[in-house]
């Protein structure tokens, strides 16, 4: 918990600024907010622009007629899911992608619950390839073991798989939240195919309400599939390799959708840093369309990276030394983000993924 | 809507009508899931799909119970990737035999609420906003002309059909031009366990057999054009001729 004290929530009024403390960092609340009351810092990486305060449900009159709004449709899996080794020692597994033929990729966790912070958990049991484990008591076969890092198969039908992993898993989760979050909790208006080992979480403010508002407004909205993985493992060398390759899937409605929106001098506005890496990791070689169908994204996007297809996004809020901040990078200066930060913390605005959002904009549009 | 190749849900699929919609879907080319609560019977069923060169899967659950729907959805979408159709056919009539409403339990009426209504409410909010977001999609929910006739007795059966029918119709009417089409079905008297349970001196020659309603029902899927979105359509009166 980071909570700055003496920062109120101030919802669902009006936020009260307060005096800015020039010297020290900005401290960002970590509590979650409901998904109607999200605020949105909006930042104009155009010109030296101040960031501004909005609420979320005024996206659409952020964006123009003529613009893409891209969303990931992944699901959030149950994918923490309880197991045992042949000799009985138990173990948390972590599904870090998507669930097919009977195959689990992963991590191990020692016993315990999310309530230990991960770097803390204890150490898992050592497997190694070929070892009979079982997961949720359906027996596997450790087909690749590196560390505390697995892929595992499952011996039973896809039917019975995904019933167990329905009954025995849940979301995965972290310290800063002890109560167990419910599936449909971690879920988007539109999830559909369950890839995500955790919550595409940029989309959760987005209601029905907001997407039909901004195809109103002329504004395009399309889904792709990414599989967003882990954002720890509690293993530091294994952290500092995150993201790790990710799955996607672009459909022909949606890369038609990018191209119509790049011909007619629209902007492909991306909902979360998962669309942002599917969308540049597809884009063709002309730079100015997608290519369809599924591919393995395995860019890291940070300052260096010239986005090709997205103009900007749509992000939780990140903190300076995140990795996600370096991302957040690619697509405005670090001091004007900085700055975003700072207005986030003056108005007591939470960085929880369940938290408050930013958009990332050229030319939003002022309200 | 062309079946083929498509990845739809059928809930209440264990017998009856719901087990000749997924049938028929089935061998129309669908990746079909199967919801039941009796998970034996619905594994019958499955394998009977299967051996007639039918995808189908298992998916058992009790769409009464709020924590079991998202893991319905997640473990059909699993299985057969993204839904574009969802068939909501399970129901119950309540405690049979069927009592005058001032004779119900008001916890009946929630119960039957809670399957008829309140249960595909909560699956449709999962599956129409995936369905919307790509443009396509087609959401039938099993009517009956208890929704709109006043019969004694069928009080707390009727009052769940007619909510029914009107969250297909506003769900229609909000989702309008997003490519979801909502329709309602009044598949008429079948000869079914359901309906022996509601009128056991029935005269069973009399009844449509589940299969003949499936496949009007199917065809309303497969020809989208001639039923405006939000209609509540009466099966026994829609014309077969493609």
């Known amino acids: 918990m980071t909570a700055a004290i003496g920062y109120p929530p101030a919802r669902p009024g009006p936020l009260e600024p307060r005096p800015a403390r020039p010297h020290r960092e900005p401290v960002l609340r970590s509590d979650e907010v409901p998904r109607d009351k999200v605020w949105l810092v909006v930042v104009d990486p155009t010109g030296d622009r101040a960031p501004r305060l909005a609420r979320f449900a005024a996206l659409p009159r952020l964006v123009r007629a003529g613009d893409l709004v891209v969303v990931n449709d992944a699901a959030t899996l149950p994918g923490s899911l309880p197991g045992v080794t042949a000799d009985g020692r138990g173990f948390e597994l972590r599904l870090s992608g998507p669930v097919e033929a009977g195959r689990l990729d992963g991590v191990l966790l020692g016993p315990g619950d999310h309530r230990t912070r991960t770097e803390h958990r204890t150490a898992p049991p050592v497997i190694a390839r070929g070892d009979r484990i079982a997961v949720a008591g359906l027996p596997a076969t450790v087909l690749a073991a590196a560390g505390r890092r697995v892929e595992l198969a499952v011996h039973c039908d896809g039917d019975a798989l995904w019933q167990t992993l329905y009954a025995a898993g849940a979301p995965v989760q972290y310290a800063h939240r002890s109560e167990r979050l419910a599936l449909w909790s971690v879920q988007t208006g539109y999830a559909a195919r369950p890839w995500a080992a955790e919550m595409p979480s940029a989309g959760r403010p987005l209601t029905w309400d907001i997407v039909l508002e901004l195809r109103r407004a002329g504004v395009a909205v399309a889904a792709l599939t990414h599989a967003a993985g882990l954002s720890s493992t509690g293993d530091d060398a294994l952290d500092r390799a995150l993201p790790w390759p990710e799955r996607y899937e672009i459909p022909r409605r949606t890369a038609e959708a990018v191209g119509a929106a790049r011909a007619r001098g629209g902007r492909v506005i991306a909902v979360g840093t998962t669309v942002v890496r599917a969308l540049e990791a597809a884009a063709d070689d002309d730079g100015g369309g997608v290519r369809i169908g599924s591919g393995v994204a395995t860019l890291r996007l940070d300052a260096a990276h010239r986005p090709r297809v997205v103009s900007g996004l749509v992000s939780g809020l990140h903190v300076p030394g995140e990795s996600h901040f370096d991302l957040l990078s690619a697509f405005a200066p670090g001091d004007q983000l900085r700055r975003a930060v700072g207005l986030a913390a003056q108005h007591g605005l939470s960085a929880h993924e369940l938290g408050d959002a930013c958009l990332i904009l050229p030319d939003a549009t002022t309200t | ?242």
């Open chain 2, 1 to 242: 809507m062309n079946i083929q190749g498509q990845g739809a849900l059928v809930t209440g699929a264990s017998r009856g009508l719901g087990r000749a919609l997924a049938e028929q879907l089935a061998a129309r080319g669908a990746r079909v899931g199967l919801v039941a609560r009796d998970a034996g019977a619905l594994g019958d069923v499955v394998a009977a799909i299967r051996g007639r060169g039918g995808d189908a899967h298992a998916i058992a659950g009790d769409i009464s119970d709020k924590a079991a729907i998202h893991r319905i959805a997640g473990q059909a979408q699993g299985l057969i990737g993204e839904i574009a159709i969802a068939i909501h056919n399970a129901s119950t009539l309540g405690p049979t035999p069927l009592r005058l409403l001032l004779d119900t339990e008001c916890e009946d009426l929630a119960a039957v609420l809670e399957t008829n209504l309140v249960g595909p409410f909560r699956l449709t909010k999962i599956l129409a906003g995936a369905m919307a977001i790509r443009g396509a999609g087609v959401i039938v929910h099993v009517s009956s002309d208890a929704a709109i006739e006043a019969y004694p007795r069928w009080g707390a059966y009727g009052a769940s059909k007619a909510g029914q029918d009107q969250l297909s119709r506003i769900l229609a009417a909000e989702l309008d031009g997003t490519g979801v089409r909502v329709l309602a079905v009044d598949p008429g008297e079948m000869d079914t366990v359901m309906h022996a349970a509601a009128i056991p001196d029935a005269d069973r020659a009399a009844l449509q057999p589940p299969a003949q309603v499936a496949a009007r029902i199917v065809q309303m899927i497969e020809s989208g054009a001639r039923a405006p979105n939000g209609a509540r359509l009466v099966a026994a009166r829609w014309d077969l001729t493609p």
